[in-house]
Nanobody, 126 residues
Framework: VQLVESGGGSVQAGESLRLSCAAS????????MGWFRQAPGKDREFVAA????????AYADSVKGRFTISKDNAKNSVYLQTNSLKPEDTAIYYC????????????????????WGQGTQVTVSS
């Protein structure tokens, strides 16, 4: 199984990026997917998650209203639209898949996720 993120980069505050994550080696149609991030010197933190159906989402308070997560089961992919970026959003962003199939609500606990990508760097300057 491989998860490959893309779409990161260096932007100015207020700009946007669309992160993508393509999964291969397994069909993740029945699994929720999520995004976490880790800033230098800080622990990895939850950003957003989407249920296996794509109909339910969860967001960290710090990104609510600015970020949007979506899932394309046909492409075995998950996306994170990041708008109105702030310098505090600077981090490596990781996509991940839930280890439990058909979970009703997307989980925010990193311990519930099993497969992880290598990450994509997002840098926001003021």
């Amino acid at each position: 199984v491989q998860l490959v993120e893309s779409g990161g980069g260096s932007v100015q505050a207020g700009e946007s990026l669309r992160l993508s994550c393509a999964a291969s080696g397994r069909n993740f149609v029945g699994f929720a997917m999520g995004w976490f991030r880790q800033a230098p010197g800080k622990d990895r933190e939850f950003v957003a998650a989407v249920s296996w159906t794509g109909q339910k989402t969860a967001y960290a308070d710090s990104v609510k209203g600015r970020f949007t997560i979506s899932k394309d089961n046909a492409k075995n992919s998950v996306y994170l639209q990041t708008n109105s970026l702030k310098p505090e959003d600077t981090a490596i962003y990781y996509c991940t898949t839930d280890g439990t199939p058909f979970r009703d609500e997307p989980t925010t606990d990193a311990r519930d996720y099993n497969y992880w990508g290598q990450g994509t760097q997002v840098t926001v300057s003021s």
